[in-house]
């Protein structure tokens, strides 16, 4: 897979305008920044928008296939967008009196629309977070049962124990589309803000959900789809229009929808699937990295989807792994004492076993920390953006 870690943007694609999409080459027209006019900085500042999101995604694209769809990686998307979505509040900030005209209007009520829809997803995610959570006590059993005082002696009983252990974490991970997703679904557990009141304190501390309830039909794939159906880049004339801001929201809408596929792709959560028809633009200069991470995420999906993975998250796969090798060692095993090469077995596959619930006990509540940070700037520049056009438009 080739890397971009060694590619530089030029000073010309800089230079771009975020002013100029053509109607039927889909090209990007340049923008003279040299000039005198007092909107040169204006045009700057949103190209440097631009910029900003390219620069992030390429550091994402450029990691290696070792580090593509783990934790660290996925915090570090979560990093991005967090970023992203910071300057765009800024830019939307700074042109306040411009959003209740038309047709930015319109962009900026459908990019609050769409979301709602982002908040759903993250709870469905948080959702997947603890199934996680779930799978990681009960591999946390089956590591802790070949645990004994004396390292060399492993004798019959552990061996039970973890059968018994991997046969519940079995059930457990099976019954992810039926009954576990209920429980998950009906904890009603969301990002919104603490509620100090007493229905806070009955609820241990999570407060009732800001974004709609998810029933048991509900399906992140058919919520993607319907957020990707929306982007549509804006016409050359919507962005004369609009002064470039057009183009501020379509990218910051895009790059949303983005994220959210590729938590959806490493996450387990309800209805999972990569398969939402989108095209990453080109006439962006963003559209190369997230082209990139597209078609690497794709490619990782093909790799395991004959194994009928829960989850493209690097730590799932390892977890899977490290499942089969015990369970092979365990109902390969009928005679005790084992040998010496039988032991030597075990113990590596123990060890490999106790790094993932390592990885899992260290990294899954910085991430979801990291998620509930995502929920916050998503509401709050929701709450706060349509304020904003309530105040232009009255």
């Known amino acids: 897979m080739p890397t971009t870690s060694g590619y530089s943007m030029p000073f010309g694609t800089f230079r771009r305008s975020i002013m100029g999409v053509g109607n039927d080459h889909n090209q990007v027209h340049s923008m003279d920044v040299n000039g005198g006019d007092s909107s040169t900085g ?32 996925v915090t570090k998307l979560l990093d991005a967008f967090i970023a992203c979505q910071e300057d765009f509040k800024d830019v939307l900030s700074k042109n306040e009196v411009d959003l209740a005209k038309p047709p930015l209007d319109k962009f900026v009520t459908e990019f609050f629309d769409r979301s709602i829809r982002a908040l759903d997803i993250c709870n469905a995610i948080r959702d997947g977070i603890e199934k996680i959570r779930l799978w990681h006590k009960h591999l946390e059993i089956v590591s802790n049962a070949f645990e004994s005082k004396s390292r060399n002696v492993i004798v019959e009983g552990q061996f039970r124990r973890a059968k018994k252990a991997l046969t519940d974490l079995a059930i457990v991970m099976l019954d992810d589309n039926k009954e576990s997703a209920s429980m ?22 999570h407060s009732r959900s800001l974004s709609w309830s998810v029933p048991n039909s509900w399906s992140a794939c058919k919520q993607l789809q319907l957020i990707a159906n929306g982007l549509i880049p804006p016409k050359s004339h919507e962005i004369s229009a609009t002064n470039g801001l057009a183009n501020v929201v379509y990218t910051m809408g895009f790059v949303l929808m983005f994220v959210l596929w590729a938590l959806v792709a490493a996450i387990p959560c309800q209805d999972r699937s990569l398969q939402v028809q989108f095209t990453v633009p080109r006439q962006f200069s963003w559209g190369t990295p997230l082209n990139l991470l597209h078609i690497r995420i794709m490619d990782e999906s093909k790799k395991r989807e004959r194994k009928n993975s829960v989850g ?15 369970t092979d060692l365990v109902d390969s095993v009928n005679k005790f004492p084992l040998s010496e090469e ?19 006990k260290n990294g899954l509540d910085p991430l979801e920390r990291q998620l509930r940070e995502v929920f916050l700037k998503i509401m709050s520049c929701r709450t706060e953006g349509l304020e904003i056009l309530g105040r232009a438009q009255s």
Not at 45 to 66: P, T, W
Not at 194 to 203: D, L, S
Not at 350 to 359: D, F, G, I, Q
């Open 42 to 73: 204006y045009h700057c500042e949103l190209g440097s928008f631009e910029h900003q999101v390219f620069r992030r995604f390429r550091a994402l694209s450029a990691s290696s296939g070792d580090e593509l769809l783990s934790l660290d990686w």
């Open 184 to 205: 998950f679904s009906h904890r009603n557990r969301s990002f919104g803000r603490p509620n100090k009141g007493k229905e806070h304190k009955q609820k241990s501390g």
């Open 312 to 326: 493209l998250l690097k730590e799932i796969y390892q977890m899977e792994q490290s499942i089969h090798v015990i």
């Open 342 to 360: 039988q032991k030597e077995e075990v113990q590596t596959g123990v060890k490999e076993m106790s790094h993932v619930c390592n990885t899992f």
